[in-house]
């Protein structure tokens, strides 16, 4: 998804994107390799669709919190291998617990209102949803972060939603069902998720987040799962894996993407997980979007790539110290 447990891109959340965070320095002389990066962005937005796509293949079967659980308990042993080859073991006990228990609790309602959804629409109908979530980045930081969006920021984030009321259609037969509603949830807690990330990375590494992030949805979801636990079928066992694998690798791709490329520049193409989504639900389920989702799909992500371009405009103007107040 979208709302994946990644630290948030900077793009206004993504987030994640829901969150979507702080991409590692980057050395300008002997790192900044745009295509590389782009590559890596490319190839992380497809192995989270596939992560998202195992999940929705076993959301029929099992509980949202017990997905949520086995989604945690898949991924943390091979992030947990991942961090300690890159030797950033040290960096996990040194981490402001109160907001990691607060991005933990967060993370549970993204992702259990996430798989809620998976398992009643299509997969690229549920993502077409959540890229409103840097939008939502957006318009939260006004109140929680006091910071200043101008006119043409706000008609972005309207067009957006506008967006998304296209995809629901809560007047017609579309999606404007629980199950919509719990997928614009998720959204809005990969949003204040991604919030929290901000205030993470001032003092905690990327890798702490990720780390505790999945330990908290384990733990949190297995808590509430554990009431209605259902035996996980050896059919499920490959699939279960796969979300593990696609969800760690997926990690390193977007990893070595900031690392080598600047925020600005590689966070558009996060949208191209449409495009896999899409190919994912049409090979698996034999679903493709009807022309109502692709309308709002298209408008939500134009939004967010104007968006985009905005806060590269004020962010450089701000650098020459020519911004203007407020920023549009």
């Known amino acids: 998804m979208a709302p994946a447990p990644r630290p948030p891109r900077p793009r206004g959340m993504r987030a994640g994107g829901a969150v979507p965070g702080r991409a590692p320095r980057m050395n300008v002389q002997s790192e ?111 109140p929680l972060l006091g910071e200043k969006v101008g006119p043409r920021r706000w008609a972005a984030i309207a067009a957006g939603l506008l967006g998304v009321l296209v995809v629901l259609r809560p007047t017609g037969a579309g999606v404007a069902t629980l199950a919509g509603l719990a997928v614009v949830g998720a959204a809005l807690a990969y949003a204040v998720a991604a919030i929290t990330v901000r205030k993470l990375a001032l003092r905690d590494s990327p890798e702490a987040m990720v780390f505790w992030f999945l330990v908290l949805l384990g733990l949190m979801a297995g808590a509430v799962a554990a009431f209605d636990w259902r035996p996980l079928q050896a059919a499920h066992w490959p699939a279960v894996a796969a979300v593990g694998i696609t969800g760690a690798l997926g990690q390193v791709a977007l990893t070595h993407a900031f690392r080598l490329g600047q925020a600005s520049q590689i966070a558009p193409l996060e949208y191209a997980a449409l495009v896999w989504v899409v190919l994912l639900d049409l090979a698996l389920w034999r679903a493709l979007p009807d022309a109502m989702t692709w309308l709002g799909a298209a408008i939500i992500i134009a939004s967010g790539l104007y968006l985009i371009r905005r806060e590269r405009i004020v962010a450089a103007e701000c650098q020459d110290g020519v911004a203007r107040t407020p920023p549009p």
Do not use: N
């Open 32 to 142: 900044y390799r745009p295509g590389a990066a782009a590559a890596w962005m490319l190839a992380a937005g497809l192995l989270f669709a596939m992560m998202d796509a195992g999940m929705k293949w076993i959301s029929s079967d099992y509980p949202p919190f017990q997905v949520a659980f086995l989604r945690s308990a898949a991924a943390l042993p091979l992030v947990l291998a991942w961090i300690v080859l890159r030797g950033r073991a040290g960096t996990l006990l040194r981490v402001h617990w109160g907001l990691h228990l607060l991005r933990g609790m967060l993370g549970v309602a993204m992702m259990v209102g996430f798989v809620y959804g998976l398992a009643r629409m299509p997969l690229s109908t549920a993502y077409a949803i959540v890229f409103v979530a840097p939008l939502m980045v957006t318009a939260l930081a006004v």
